[in-house]
């Protein structure tokens, strides 16, 4: 844990996301095929999300949980004319397909790994949608995790309105892998800011956008995080479907993830203890340098007695850090 100050790097890398366009590349995201005649009906049975309510184009966010309501994984699904596509976290492409396999018995389903054969960028920011535009004459369709075919020096690639992760405005551009450089030239080419590491963590916990693997992950259930955009509550059964709908209608979570406004200047490790009158009452999950507010700030899971506005302290190697409890997004 340091003192962490702002690089004029990445302040400029910030404020090109905030003002202009930015430019990530996500190939490390795990993708999957699910082609055959029972693919919709495949997961819909299985993701917390209205797969069937899918038609070619559009798709969202869903996830994969166990009986007990906890977070196998987090997906994007997309559906095509004749496939769906889940884009999974990074690694999780082989174990997103073992864990759907463990379900199919006799359904008209095949379910491929297919990541490391495709890349995807992201343009974040204000101007991601000209940019997008100028990079292949095409523009992403308003829904979140709708897309749209479209073209890159003749070769067929796929714009996707992004979900918010990191910005109000996000267009994803699925390539074959073959095409990364091509569009990563491209998008610099037609005005985009590659985007340093620091800049892309300040945006996700700005957003509140949790990581899986490091802020979601088997031990937590769906309902301790902001949940809204993965569930359908209109669908049918789903595992682990009786115990987000007992929380919501008939309990609470002991526990929800929260952000946390630092005072000073230090940025406290990842698995620090938040604490309330000298008893743990939480746990940071991830921090960073805000470069919007100009502060450290975090992502942790804390007991819901502490609201947000309430006072805490993270205990670190250096003492224990003031801090107070937020909602998500963290206001700008």
């Not at 999974?88 to 389903?109: I, M, N, Q, R």
């Not at 910005?167 to 892998?177: G, H, I, K, Q, S």
């Not at 037609?190 to 899986?212: C, D, Q």
Request: hydrophobic fraction near 45%.
């Amino acid at each position: 844990m340091d003192a962490v100050q702002p690089r004029d790097e990445s302040l400029a890398d910030y404020h090109a996301a905030r003002d202009a366009a930015g430019l990530i590349d996500r190939s490390d995201l795990g993708l999957v095929e699910i082609s055959g005649r029972d693919r919709a009906k495949f997961l819909h049975a299985l993701l917390t999300n209205d797969i069937a309510a899918l038609g070619p184009g559009q798709g969202c966010a869903a996830a994969l949980l166990d009986v007990h309501g906890k977070v196998q994984v987090t997906l994007i699904a997309l559906a095509m004319d004749d496939r769906m596509l889940l884009l999974t976290p990074p690694g999780a492409g082989e174990s997103t397909v073992a864990a759907l396999d463990h379900y199919l018995f006799a359904e008209k389903v095949t379910l491929e790994d297919v990541s490391g054969r495709h890349a995807l960028l992201m343009l974040i920011g204000p101007a991601a949608d000209d940019t997008a535009k100028r990079l292949t004459g095409a523009v992403a369709p308003e829904a979140a995790c709708s897309h749209v075919t479209a073209s890159l020096d003749g070769v067929d690639v796929r714009l996707v309105r992004g979900g918010g992760e990191l910005d109000a405005r996000e267009v994803w551009l699925l390539t074959p892998a073959t095409e990364r450089e091509r569009a990563w030239k491209g998008a610099i080419g037609a005005g985009a800011r590659p985007l340093g590491a620091a800049a892309v963590e300040s945006l996700r916990i700005e957003r509140g956008t949790p990581r899986f693997g490091a802020d979601v992950d088997a031990s937590v259930l769906l309902p301790e995080i902001p949940a809204e955009r993965f569930i359908s509550h209109t669908k049918g059964c789903y595992p682990g479907q009786e115990v987000v709908v007992r929380i919501r209608d008939r309990g609470h979570v002991n526990r929800h993830l929260r952000g946390l406004l630092l005072d000073g200047d230090l940025v406290p490790p990842p698995g620090a203890k938040v604490v309330a009158d000298d008893a743990v009452v939480g746990q940071v999950t991830s921090a960073t340098l805000s470069l919007g507010l100009g502060r450290p700030i975090a992502l942790a899971f804390v007991r819901r007695q502490h609201a947000p506005g309430a006072r805490v302290g993270v205990r670190t190697a250096r003492g224990t850090l003031p801090a107070t409890v937020s909602d998500l997004p963290l206001s700008r």
